[in-house]
C-alpha cells in the first residue's frame, strides 16, 4: 500500500497550490479519502474528506471556501487545490484512506509566508 503526497512548498499569502496524493495497492475506489494537517507543536487535524464515489465532501471551517477536495477514482488520485492561502495554513498535510485499513501518506510540506 501506497499514499504518495506531492506539490508542497513556499507560497505567499493570498497564494494556492494543489496537493495531489497518487494511491496504489488497495481497492482505492472503496475508500473514503482525507487530507489532513499537523503544524509544529499542534494536533493532527482533518482539513477535508470525500466519500469513495466522490457524492459528498466536508471541510473544516477554517478552509471553507477556499480549499476544494476532488478525486479521480480512474487513476487513483486524490486532490486538495488550496486558495487563498493564508500563514496559518502552513504545516505538513497528510493524505488518508480509511474503510476497512486506515492509510496514511508521508505527508507533504506546505509553507505560507511572506
Known amino acids: 500500500v501506497h499514499l504518495v503526497e506531492s506539490g508542497g512548498g513556499l507560497v505567499q499569502p493570498g497564494g494556492s497550490l494543489r496537493l495531489s496524493c497518487a494511491a496504489s495497492?488497495?481497492?482505492?475506489?472503496?475508500?473514503?479519502m482525507s487530507w489532513y494537517r499537523q503544524a509544529p507543536g499542534k494536533e493532527r487535524e482533518l482539513v477535508a474528506s470525500?466519500?469513495?464515489?466522490?457524492?459528498?465532501?466536508n471541510y473544516a471551517d477554517s478552509v471553507k471556501g477556499r480549499f476544494i477536495i476532488s478525486r479521480d477514482n480512474a487513476k487513483n488520485m486524490v486532490y486538495l487545490q488550496m486558495n487563498s492561502l493564508k500563514p496559518d495554513d502552513t504545516a505538513v498535510y497528510y493524505c488518508?484512506?480509511?474503510?476497512?485499513?486506515?492509510?496514511w501518506g508521508q505527508g507533504t510540506q506546505v509553507t505560507v509566508s511572506s
Open positions: 470525500i466519500t469513495s464515489a466522490g457524492g459528498s465532501t
Open positions: 488518508n484512506a480509511r474503510w476497512v485499513w486506515n492509510y
Open positions: 495497492g488497495f481497492t482505492f475506489r472503496s475508500y473514503d
